[in-house]
């Protein structure tokens, strides 16, 4: 019988072993054993607490997406101009614990099972709503709505494109310079926008 008080913490032990197992692997073709064996706890229990591998996945996923949008909940609370929670977004979108390799690999991983199962699709769904919605709500408060969703739409897919191309381990990109990237581009679309603004106020 599971130890009382110990299903939170085998739980989330049994998430994290899969996150870095899946990484190791590249692929979603690993066993509940090998799961466990990494979480230092018996397939049974493995079994006990999840039911299938396919519920373990699933949770894994909710799991690092819920962890994300609590970070970028926190990041934006100490914030405080919409330029400034425009970038903490961004900061926490390339982050070092989402930067790790593994970590890279089990999204990547996660992206190709989204093609067959429903759930995984529905909940990296919600995390591209997330981020665009996130960008969008601080940029409409820099730019009028147009602009904002156009640039919007183009950082979200500057930030996903940045972290896919990681998985290049040849020709990486530093969080540093992702970073930057995402920055600029944001601020050499608003620069523009924010002299016409300028000049229309002074011309009223």
């Known amino acids: 019988m599971p130890k009382v008080g110990m299903e939170p913490v085998r739980r989330k032990a049994l998430v994290d072993a899969a996150m870095r197992v899946?990484?190791?692997?590249?692929?979603?073709?690993?066993?509940?054993?090998?799961?466990?064996?990494?979480a230092g706890v018996s397939p049974a229990l493995a079994h006990h607490y999840f039911g299938s591998k396919e519920q373990l996945l699933?949770?894994?996923?909710?799991?690092?997406?819920?962890?994300?949008?609590?970070?970028?909940?926190?990041?934006?609370?100490?914030a405080t101009t919409?330029?400034?929670?425009?970038?903490?977004?961004?900061?926490?979108?390339?982050h070092a614990d989402q930067f790790a390799p593994e970590t890279i690999?089990?999204?990547?991983?996660?992206?190709a099972e989204a093609q067959r199962s429903e759930e995984t699709r529905r909940f990296l769904v919600i995390y591209a709503r997330r981020l665009r919605s996130n960008l969008l709500a601080n940029?409409?408060?820099?730019?009028?709505?147009?602009?904002?969703?156009?640039?919007?739409?183009?950082?979200?897919?500057?930030?996903?494109?940045?972290?896919?191309?990681?998985s290049l381990r040849s020709a990486p990109?530093?969080?540093?310079a992702s970073i930057a990237l995402t920055e600029?581009?944001?601020?050499?679309?608003?620069?523009?926008?924010?002299?016409?603004?300028?000049?229309q106020r002074t011309e009223t």
């Not at 899946?22 to 990494?38: C, N, R």
């Not at 690999?105 to 992206?111: N, V």
């Open 139 to 166: 940029l409409k408060a820099l730019c009028p709505r147009e602009d904002a969703e156009r640039i919007a739409e183009g950082a979200a897919a500057m930030i996903d494109g940045l972290y896919i191309r990681q």
């Open 105 to 111: 690999a089990a999204w990547l991983a996660f992206y």
């Open 173 to 176: 990109i530093s969080i540093e």
């Open 22 to 38: 899946i990484g190791d692997h590249g692929s979603l073709t690993v066993t509940m054993s090998e799961i466990a064996k990494q």
């Open 184 to 199: 600029d581009y944001i601020n050499s679309l608003l620069a523009p926008l924010s002299r016409e603004a300028a000049v």
């Open 82 to 94: 919409p330029r400034e929670k425009l970038s903490a977004v961004i900061h926490v979108s390339f």
């Open 58 to 78: 699933i949770e894994t996923v909710r799991h690092h997406l819920q962890r994300l949008r609590d970070s970028t909940v926190t990041a934006m609370k100490v």
